[in-house]
């Protein structure tokens, strides 16, 4: 595939230039280059690449394979969500409403948490009520908020909840500080079983009855010693310890921490694993475990295992060829950041990112 994009990339392809960046930032298949990455993506963007423009930005914003630049930053910030991405929305909204990198403007900022919102991004659908309720940008509408609230309600997850939650609670981000509110989203996540909702949603009970409520540090450090968070911690670290013993050619106690952190849930280890019994290092070659288990990565959210399943799936290796599963899984990988997929999705459609961006609802 190497050769195929390279020329694919100098021919003009953008989705070729936007994977070959990606190969070249995150070291995929080849050695990392931060230079050619930054130009690759460059060369993406300039042939109207929307998600190359929001790689960009976020290099800018965060400085990882380029200094911070705050002005280039928001230039790529607004190209992309002026070119549909709905992240780049939400961010361009926060920047306008806290004021941060630009002058602040709630009528601007309400414009693309709406925009972003009507695209079905799930934050932008909680900040579109928020700010509906508080009149912020808009006229206020209670029934506007509601009805916002229940589509975030509907779609989110447990960290959206406990995100909005805390943020309720303790009057972060730019959100008026209402335990009333923090006690609703908390419930959400609560009733999905989300154990830092759960210990949440007591606790502001609690201060609801009369008891005095805990600062964020104390709270902080509770959370630390949830169960989950231990095992969290536990997952991590059997992780890094797979990757080191692998990286120094001890198979064996790599094969260990990685099938310790699988058990654990760790998507990433459950892909190495899948690998070391496709390619049969320390391990007998097993590619019905290895198909087994690589699946079961894609489904816990493995974004390498879902391009690679997607491969195998087009190439007819291993797996009996088959181009519905194959952008099935290539559609997956891109919506979870693995963007070479959508150099593969352009091989067979015309606009892999607009396939991608209505797709991820269902995927994602």
Known sequence: MTDTIFQDAKAGNPYARLGLAYM????????????????WYA?????????????????????????KNSKTFIFYLKAAAGAGVP??????????????????????AFGWMHSAACQGNTMAQFMTGYLYGRGIGIEQDISEQEQWYAKAGLRGDGELFYWIGRNFEYGLFNVEKDLFEAGRWYKMGADMGHEKCILCWRSVLLTLDGKEHESLE?????????????????????????????????????????????????????????????????????????????????VAGSEDAQFTLGTLYEEGRVLKKGLDEAIKYYTMAAANGYLTAYYRLSLHMDHPEIHVRNSAVVVR
Request: proline fraction near 2%.
């Open 24 to 39: 070249y930032h995150h070291g995929k298949n080849i050695d990392p280059d931060p230079e050619l990455a930054m130009k």
């Open 218 to 298: 104390e709270r902080e450090i509770r959370l630390m010693n949830t169960a989950v968070e231990k095992e969290k911690l536990l997952r991590e670290q059997a992780l890094v310890a797979a990757d080191q013993f692998f990286e120094e050619g001890d198979e064996e106690k790599a094969f260990h921490y990685y099938d310790l952190a699988a058990d654990l849930g760790n998507p990433d280890a459950m892909f190495a694993l899948a690998m070391m019994y496709h390619v049969g290092v320390y391990v007998k070659r097993n590619d019905k475990t290895a198909i087994e288990l690589m699946t079961k990565a894609s």
């Open 87 to 108: 992240e780049a929305k939400v961010e361009l909204g926060f920047a306008f409403l806290t004021g941060i990198h630009m002058e602040r403007d709630e009528a601007s």
């Open 43 to 67: 060369q993406s963007s300039e042939l109207g690449c929307s998600r190359a423009k929001w790689e960009l930005a976020k290099i800018f914003r965060d400085g990882t394979i380029s200094e």
